[in-house]
């Protein structure tokens, strides 16, 4: 299982995603977006940080870095493309997955561990999760608050691409940022682009408070 | 030839620094503020002499970049 974690200036989780998902079994490489191929590989993963500065919006400038030619391509032919939180914003401003990520309500940079329950695992990334099963995952954002009009959630729901939603420990929903439905994570109609705001590589040991990352990112062993 | 971009988040979806923006000021006792958009602009120097070709440009620039359409509306200016 080979895995190509993608670096932009200004990403900051390519050391714990390659961490965590070495940890897991996969064969890593980190990627310089100056690249204009990606490395023959399984699963594209586009880690947290903040690309470019987060100028302009966040993800907007990385999205038309040289590595992204490729991954669009990879993505269009049914390659595995994960993004999280800043990829997440990454691969809405290529337009990979709908919607958008805008500033949380609160205009707080809100950085603490959250729960979020498992929506849909008739996909790839969640298969090994349970449907209602709640997760305990940091998230570390100010851009996290989802936005999609109403017949792209109608779309999101019907098609089963909602991935996980924000709630508190006994599963209620719970408006982290403002997000549309209390959406965490989506992944494409095709279901093999998926986005999180929540970071899964940064519970993946008990001494880090939870390891239910391990569990998210274990669906990608198969592929 | 300037071009001034102005960028605003789409009427209907919450702005949430205007709001913010919109408490201060009334607890400052400005009373009569009903809403407060926060957007952004962009001030474009081009090397392009003719006002048309010049917005049609500037026009591709604000939706391949400048805005994200999903969530912004925008306007440009042409200026001498």
């Not at chain 1, 932009?8 to 191929?37: M, S």
């Not at chain 1, 996290?144 to 017949?151: A, K, S, V």
């Not at chain 2, 071009?3 to 006792?29: F, M, R």
């Not at chain 2, 962009?42 to 994200?68: F, G, H, R, S, W």
Request: aromatic share 10%; with cysteine; proline share 3%.
């Amino acid at each position: 299982m080979k895995a190509a974690i993608l670096r932009f200036p200004g990403t900051n989780c390519e050391f714990d995603t390659n961490y965590a998902l070495k940890r897991l079994g996969f064969e890593t490489q980190i990627v310089w977006h100056k690249e204009e191929k990606l490395p023959k590989c399984d699963i594209v993963v586009i880690p947290g940080g903040f690309s470019y500065g987060d100028y302009l919006r966040s993800g907007a400038i990385a999205r038309f870095s040289p590595i992204m030619k490729a991954v669009e391509a990879y993505a269009k032919k049914g390659g595995y493309v994960l993004g999280i939180c800043n990829g997440f914003q990454i691969l809405t401003e290529a337009n990979l997955l709908p919607g958008a990520l805008k500033r949380n309500t609160n205009l707080h940079f809100i950085s603490k561990f959250q729960h979020i329950k498992v929506a849909s695992n008739k996909n790839r990334f969640l298969s090994k999760c349970k449907v209602g099963e709640i997760l305990y995952v940091p998230v570390a954002h100010a851009d996290g608050n989802y936005f999609i009009d109403e017949e792209g959630l109608d779309d999101l729901i019907r098609n089963d691409q909602i991935l996980v939603q924000y709630c508190d420990k006994n599963g209620e929903f719970f408006d982290l940022n403002g997000s549309v439905n209390y959406i965490a994570g989506i992944c494409n109609k095709e279901k093999n682009v998926f986005g999180l705001m929540p970071h899964p590589e940064r519970a993946i040991e008990e001494v880090l408070g939870s390891v239910d990352g391990n569990k998210m990112l274990e669906g990608f062993l198969a592929c | 030839m300037k071009a001034i971009v102005n960028i605003y988040l789409k009427e209907g979806v919450l702005d949430p620094q205007g709001k913010a923006t919109k408490h201060a000021l009334e607890s400052l006792g400005f009373k009569n503020v009903q809403d407060v958009r926060i957007g952004k602009q962009i001030v474009l120097d081009l090397d392009i002499e003719d006002k048309e070709e010049a917005y049609k440009e500037v026009e591709q620039m604000a939706q391949t970049l400048l805005a994200n359409t999903v969530i912004e509306d925008y306007n440009i200016e042409i200026v001498q």
